[in-house]
């Protein structure tokens, strides 16, 4: 028996004669040849099934073929130059593990919630392949970067008894006899992770029972929390926007291929190079005005004005020190002003939004039980946290990135749904 390659690894045998398992993803045929769209999960194929040189049962066999069945497939490796792999597979034997009957995803178009209830499916098409790909290479580039900087991976829990972002949209569930939430996000215990390390990254799923129907928002999604002792709100943007440089720059350089099987405009991706142009919220709220929007100081940005303030740069933009009254508890205020934070939005261009929300930390014991007070938030259940200011406080400073609208932003999707292999949104539990 030949041994078993996959269509990935074809070049190594050209002239050679290979074995692949696979599926169909569609097939035509001109009387005297058979042409097999073969996919392995590695990539995709030509096979070339030709009937006056292939044993009778092979022939018939190529014929009985219909989308998605499975199949081994023997063939010798042919250079193709007009194939986008370079090489055909000239198919001599095929054995058939299973023929496939009326699958639902037929080549036509569908509509997006019959796609949506069959994604357990819809994962095999070339463009949903794409996407996986690129969310992997992003993840292997997030952990490269921490990795060669000397940050230490740590997981913060995913049951927790208070909230980091607001009460808002909590995900309730009992734990036992007392109450608990799902996480919102790790930041909290990076904290007291980068007091005990330094330097330090979380990547977990986090979840917001959030009501919002957009194209931005999952309600369960993974984030990336990095969290730095001794680093200040400046140096914090450094490390983000060279951060995002790299993520970027990894997927431009190894995922080409899917990157076209997407249809995105590379172009806009190259040109994503740290330093990224920062502006202040106020000075954001002179630009908004200038365009004829209207947003009162003090409010927060919704969607149309993030993408009306990103559109002017070619790379994400900074804006930064928003008003204290309407970021979250522990944002450090700006000594010089402080009814403003040292924090920033990262906002990516092409109208993806905010990808990542960050700040310097209140440290200072005082400070911090007076934001306590006024947030109204149970000293009980955070007593931990309040220990961190009392033993050995320092500055220090963190954010966190959104795997899914970083994901959309690179692939250039209209939607996050399409960057997580089983989404959850609001009314969508299933598959
Ligand atoms: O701005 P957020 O709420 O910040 C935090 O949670 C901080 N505690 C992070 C930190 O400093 N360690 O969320 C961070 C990012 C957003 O910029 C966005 O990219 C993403 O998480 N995000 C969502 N992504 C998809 N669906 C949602 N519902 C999201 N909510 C936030
Ligand atoms: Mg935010």
Redesign the pocket.
Known sequence: MKTLTTIKKMQQHAGQTVRIGCWLHGKRSSGKIQFLQLRDGTGFVQGVVVKSEVPEQTWEAAQKLTQESSLYAVGTVREEPRSPSGYELAVQDIEIIQLTQDYPITPKEHGVDFLMDRRHLWLRTPKQRAILVIRSEIIRAVQQFFDERGFTLVDPPILTPSS??GTTNLFHTKYFDEDAYLT??G?LY?EAAAMALGKVYSFGPTF?A?K?KTR????E?W?I?P?MAFVDHEMNLQVQEQFVTHVVQTVVANCRKELETLGRDIGKLETVKAPFPRMTYDEAIDRLRAEGMDVPWGEDFGAPHETALAASFDRPVFITHYPTAIK?FYMKPDPSRPDVVLCA?MIAPEGYG??????QRIDDPELLAERFAEHELPSDAYRWYLDLRQYGTVPHS?????L??TVAWICGLDH?RETIPFPRMLYRLYP
């Open positions: 980091c972002e919102q996000s930041q990076m917001r959030e919002s931005r928002h999952l309600i999604f984030m929390e969290e979250a939005d905010e990808i990542i929300g960050g700040s963190g954010f966190g990135l959104g899914e609208r996050v």
